[in-house]
């Protein structure tokens, strides 16, 4: 029984979440030979000021500005 956590940066909808959990679990039953039903997969939204890339907050990130932009208008 693959448990499978998946961490995004809050605002994805549930439709991305629903689309992307649909093609881990394709996937893994693919590859690992998992059931369908077994496979498992939390999610967890965080705050872009809770995680940090190459020591910068993801909120203060000028690179991660469009991406952190776009989900804030979800």
Do not use: H, Y
Not at 27 to 37: D, K, M, P, T, Y
Not at 55 to 66: F, H, I, K, P
Request: aromatic residues 2%; charged residues 25%; without cysteine.
């Amino acid at each position: 029984m693959p448990n499978i956590t998946v961490e995004l940066l809050a605002g994805r909808s549930v439709e991305q979440r629903r689309a992307f959990a649909q093609a881990v679990a394709d996937s893994a039953v693919e590859i690992l030979g998992a059931r369908r039903q077994d496979v498992r997969m939390v999610f967890t939204e965080i705050t872009p000021d809770v995680v940090a890339n190459g020591g910068v907050l993801a909120s203060e990130d000028e690179s991660r500005a469009g991406v952190v932009a776009a989900l804030d208008k979800r």
